[in-house]
Each structure stands twice: as structure tokens, then as C-alpha cells.
């Protein structure tokens, strides 16, 4: 452990600053949002004593068991993506500017293009973007482009953050409006579209939906075709192991959240945005774009293509002011994939449903607490509560170490006193029915 500052360093920066001392710097943080201060020997301590310190102390940290999920996910991450992503040739490469000093980063991206289109069966894919709500924004934005008009169509169960991102998009310009598809049974209700989608840009959804539900999509890219509209869906790549895809529905723009695809859950990010489309919309898609070509000599080579874009040439048609990816998320997204493949995804997928339903069968056995919504669910899904939500899941993680899942009241009010609980791979029967006896004990 290592701090460069002297105390007299500090004592200077406090005094610049107007404090005290560094409690009178944070006395107006919450004191249990403050972590107490370390004992540590006045002594000081070779190598091999202060590791031995700190992994005790590291030791004591708890990690509760969770069953929070609404968009970032607790999975597995096999040894080897962080071995190879670890790999310097990769960890400490700048952007991609300069293609002939860059081949293996490009090829990385252009891999995870590859693997986009295949997954989501969508014909075109970039290089990748900051993260789901950032690529479901883009994408509307481009479908907004592509039909000249204002007004968007969405699905209540599209993730509100990714609403609250697409109305920060459009915040300058009051003249968008927002239309939501009515619920009936946590998923969108499709005989009202008829009387919505009369001069929409997009029908944008997500599947499964927030609050886990698996939407029902067929039919819906045809009922916006005849309405002159496009069709987004954001879709969760591992769900697409066993669920059809945006390609096979016939969605104009398909975007993803990429976290679970072999990236940790690390307080927000950094995550992973996915962002596909059909050919005819490529020039729409923001974000850079490797290609494949060949040299001079006729040897196969990668470069940035389409480049009317963000900081290259002509970027005043660029489509965005996005101007970078996540380039070593998307290798670990492409590593996972390539490690998994077709077979592996799908097992991966059966068994994100499998501890869900059972999880969903243990929980509404409990007197009080019911299924919400009776549709085909993924690996999270909504229960009904006879208390407050809020309440129970701060008392049992503060008293139990678990985290039992996300209230949606605040969210979804019309919803009541309902929980959002997800159970990924992750999940033994163990810790399911662990998760069982401690709401059937609070209650």
C-alpha cells in the first residue's frame, strides 16, 4: 500500500481547500457511507508482512449473496478471458487510429463484429459503444433519422434507464414525443399499436423485457413496416441461446447491454454496447467500423471503414458525437463468445431459465408472496409482496448479508409492492433456497 502524499502535503491541500482536517472534508457524507478507519501497526512492515496484513484484512470484507439483476448481470467469467485480455498487446493499446501499427486491434474488433451479426442475425455491427443505454439511444436516434420524423413508439418494459438516456439525447428538442405501448401482463400489448404507430419514427422494445418477460415479437416489424416506422429491440445476448433473434423477427436495428458476455460486475462499469442493423441503415450507425482488405503485396489486412465519422474525415455527416468504444470489453465479449460458442451459449441460456424458474417456484410458495405475471419469463422475474419491498430487502440484507432483489415501486408504482428477483448461472439450489428461508423469516 502506497500513498505519495506527505502529511504535509495533505495539511497544504486541506488548508487550500478551507477544512480542517480530511472528517471535516466528508462530515457531510452520511457516516455509514464512510468506511472506519483501518488499524494499522505503527510499524513499519517488510513486503511479505504487509501482504499478509492486507490479505487479512481483504478477508473481512463480506460480499452478500445477491439476487439483484435489472440490467447488470452476476455471471461466470472463465479463467481465460482475463488471460488473454491481460495480454499487453491488448491492455495498454490506444485507440485504433493508425491501422498499419494497430492490425491486432482491429482484428479484435473486427472478430466482435462477426460475432454481433451472428448472435443477433443482423447483417451489419460496430465496433462497439459505452453500453446498452448509449446504443438503444443511438439507435433510435438513427431510426429517428431514417424516417424524418419525431415521434417515438416504445414498450413500457424497455429499461427506464434507457428511456431516461434516449430523453437526455433529445432534451434540447422539445418537439419529440414519447408514446408508450401499453402492459397487459408485464408485456407489451400489441393490439394497441395499430392506433399508436400513425406518423412514428420507431417501435422501440427490449426482450426479455425489464422486468424479465419474454416479449412476444412476432408480428411487430410488419404492424411498423405498414406504418412507415422502424423496428429497435435491445435484446439480451445470452437470452438469444435459446430465444429467436432480432434478425429472424425482422428488427431494423438490434442493440444489446454486452456486460454479460464475460465482464464483471464493477459498480456500473465499464460496460459494453451492442449495436447491429440491416445493411441499407450501415451509414446510419454510429461509432467506428473495422473492415477487412487486403495490401498491396494482396495480404489480408483490417482498417477503419465508413469513416464519415465522429473524429475522422468528413465528420460533418457524421451520424454521432460518439467517437470512441469499448475496445477491451469487446475482446473479452468476443474471447467469451468464441469459448462458449453456439452449443455452450445455449446450455448457458437453459440454465439462466432453469434457476429462475425454480427460484420463481420456491419464492411463491411462500404464503404471501405470488408470481406477478404468468408470461414466459428469462432469468428474472417479478413477485408480488404483502409488505414493503424496500423495507424487507434493507432488513434482510442488513440482517441476513442478502440482497433479495430490486423493489420496483419507484420505478413502476401502478406495480404495488412487487420485487424484481434475478437468478443468473450463478445461483445453486443452495443459495435459492437460502434466499427462500430468509423472506418466508422476515416476513
Request: with cysteine; proline share 5%; net charge neutral.
Amino acid at each position: 500500500m502506497y500513498t505519495p502524499h506527505t502529511k504535509k502535503d495533505k495539511e497544504e491541500m486541506l488548508k487550500t481547500i478551507g477544512a480542517s482536517s480530511f472528517e471535516d472534508l466528508v462530515k457531510q457524507v452520511p457516516a455509514k457511507f464512510l468506511w472506519p478507519k483501518l488499524s494499522l501497526p505503527a510499524e513499519s512492515l517488510d513486503e511479505s508482512q504487509a501482504a499478509a496484513l492486507l490479505t487479512r484484512l481483504a478477508g473481512e470484507n463480506c460480499r452478500p449473496l445477491s439476487f439483484l439483476g435489472a440490467g447488470a448481470y452476476e455471471r461466470y467469467t472463465p479463467a481465460a478471458i482475463k488471460a488473454i485480455t491481460s495480454r499487453t498487446e491488448f491492455l495498454t493499446a490506444y485507440t485504433p487510429y493508425q491501422p498499419e501499427a494497430s492490425q491486432g486491434t482491429l482484428q479484435g474488433i473486427y472478430e466482435f463484429q462477426s460475432t454481433v451479426c451472428a448472435l443477433y442475425d443482423m447483417d451489419c455491427a460496430n465496433a462497439s459503444m459505452y453500453d446498452g443505454a448509449s446504443s438503444f439511444a443511438e439507435a433510435v436516434r438513427a431510426a429517428v433519422r431514417v424516417t424524418g420524423r419525431k415521434k417515438i413508439v416504445y414498450a413500457a418494459g424497455v429499461n427506464p434507464q434507457y428511456m431516461d438516456t434516449l430523453r437526455t439525447y433529445f432534451a434540447h428538442s422539445p418537439e419529440y414525443t414519447y408514446v408508450k405501448i401499453p402492459m397487459k401482463d408485464g408485456a407489451m400489448d400489441k393490439a394497441a399499436l395499430p392506433a399508436l404507430l400513425e406518423g412514428a419514427a420507431c417501435i422501440a422494445a427490449q426482450t426479455p423485457n425489464f422486468l424479465g418477460l419474454i416479449e412476444d415479437m412476432s408480428g411487430v416489424a410488419e404492424a411498423a413496416k405498414k406504418a412507415g416506422a422502424l423496428l429497435v429491440v435491445s435484446a439480451d445476448p445470452v437470452s438469444l441461446g435459446l430465444l429467436s433473434t432480432p434478425g429472424e423477427y425482422g428488427a431494423d436495428f438490434a442493440v444489446g447491454e454486452g456486460q454479460s458476455l464475460g465482464l464483471p460486475l464493477a459498480y456500473g462499469g465499464p460496460y459494453l454496447g451492442i449495436f447491429s442493423c440491416k445493411k441499407e441503415y450501415v451509414r446510419q450507425m454510429p461509432g467506428r467500423i473495422a473492415g477487412l482488405t487486403k495490401d498491396k503485396d494482396g495480404k489480408r489486412g483490417f482498417v477503419l471503414t465508413l469513416q464519415a465519422r465522429e473524429q475522422h474525415i468528413r465528420r460533418d455527416k457524421a451520424a454521432s458525437n460518439i467517437c470512441s468504444n469499448e475496445a477491451l470489453c469487446a475482446l473479452a465479449a468476443t474471447v467469451y463468445s468464441a469459448l462458449y460458442g453456439p452449443e455452450g451459449l445455449k446450455e448457458l441460456a437453459e440454465a439462466n431459465s432453469g434457476a429462475a424458474a425454480y427460484a420463481a417456484e420456491r419464492l411463491s410458495s411462500i404464503k404471501g408472496v405470488s408470481l406477478k405475471f404468468r408470461g414466459p419469463f428469462f432469468n428474472e422475474f417479478v413477485v408480488s409482496l404483502p409488505v414493503s419491498a424496500g423495507g424487507l430487502r434493507e432488513k434482510i440484507l442488513a440482517t441476513r448479508g442478502v440482497d433479495i432483489g430490486l423493489p420496483l415501486a419507484p420505478l413502476y408504482p401502478e406495480l404495488g409492492e412487487t420485487l424484481l428477483v434475478c437468478a443468473t448461472e450463478t445461483k445453486t439450489e443452495a443459495d435459492i433456497l437460502k434466499l427462500e428461508a430468509v423472506i418466508k423469516e422476515a416476513l
